[in-house]
């Protein structure tokens, strides 16, 4: 069970943050970017899969428009990728961003074909993900690298440095759980990383991935998640149905049985009414989240009218939760 002193231990602490993600072309994010700098959202995060656009070129775009938003990746599969040139970009990107950049780095597998177009076996993807974790932090120290392991071979060294030192951050992504795959992301955030950040979780979920990884002497760490989003109006019960079958229904298309039935999606999909939403949301920062991206499971063309009322109806009611708590935490 965790804990204050789990959490204290565990959480970076400061204020809460909430992000969107973007994506499509030039035209749609710079309108993301414009809404989130309105409505008082403080990020945009983008995911990336085989074959999508190159989500640093886009985060390039969203750092040159906004010098306040910060940016990350939620997640960026990293098996897909050479970890040298993902190495030069991470840095460059953060070195533009002067440290506002976070990077979400997952093993992917819920979607075959995000390995197949690079002719990867996705049974490989958590040894690639370990040695390209491993060849990209001995690269940002910026000394002379001599690389031979089972996927890469690197001799030599970057010349580009990070503005955060002595690495840039990295966030793990991983659903909590109890599953060998999931301990080892528990493994990864405890030796390499900064951070948690899983990818459409449930909150009994979370808190089980949070024992495990202070189990291994976690501290310190940036707690976030990327959640479905869905805000419906009246009980909100049609908000909960189309996204439930609209999430399962795409993982069924890409490919992915686990999470592909409808009653397993529900409790992974963080859609109602505005009093729904909100409760989910506390739940996540009594265990000490701190980062909350929001990844909208609405009917398409919704995404503008979802971020109005996150920013109206949700947010600021998490915001004065979390105050609350923290005011009496310290009493």
């Known amino acids: 069970m965790i804990t204050d002193s789990d959490l204290s231990r565990l959480s970076a602490g400061g204020p809460l943050r909430f992000a969107i993600t973007g994506g499509g072309n030039g035209a749609a994010i710079d309108r993301r970017v414009e809404l989130a700098q309105e409505l008082g959202f403080d990020g945009l995060w983008m995911g990336n899969g085989g074959g999508g656009p190159d989500i640093f070129m886009l985060l390039t775009r969203v750092i040159t428009m906004s010098d306040t938003l910060h940016v990350g990746t939620s997640v960026f599969l990293l098996p897909l990728r050479d970890p040298t040139l993902v190495a030069q970009q991470v840095a460059t990107l953060d070195e533009m961003s002067k440290g506002r950049f976070l990077f979400g780095v997952g093993v992917g597998g819920d979607r075959p074909r995000d390995f197949s177009i690079y002719g990867l076996d996705p049974k490989e993807r958590g040894a690639r993900m370990d040695e390209s974790l491993d060849l990209m932090r001995a690269l940002w120290l910026g000394e002379e690298v001599h690389h031979h392991g089972k996927f890469f ?55 089980r991935g949070l024992q495990s990884i202070a189990e291994r002497g976690g501290k310190d760490l940036v707690l976030g998640v990327v959640e479905w989003t869905n805000i ?100």
């Open 232 to 331: 419906g109006e009246g009980d909100g019960q049609d908000a909960i149905e189309y996204s439930v079958v609209r999430k399962a229904a795409d993982y069924s298309r890409a490919g992915a049985a686990p999470d592909a039935a409808v009653e397993r999606m529900r409790r992974l999909v963080n859609a109602g009414n505005a009093d729904a939403v909100v409760a989910r949301l506390q739940k996540y920062v009594d265990l000490g989240v701190t980062e909350f991206i929001f990844n909208w499971a609405s009917e398409p063309g919704t995404e503008e009218q979802q971020m109005r009322r996150a920013a109206e109806l949700v947010i600021p009611r998490v915001r004065e939760y979390a105050a609350a708590r923290a005011a009496t935490v310290r009493a």
């Open 153 to 207: 071979n690197v001799d030599g060294k970057l010349s580009v440095q990070a503005f955060t030192r002595p690495v840039p951050p990295m966030l793990i992504g991983q659903r909590g759980g109890p599953s060998v795959l999931q301990q080892r992301a528990y493994d990864r955030v405890i030796r390499v990383g900064q951070g948690w950040l899983p990818y459409s979780t449930a909150p009994e979920l979370y808190a």
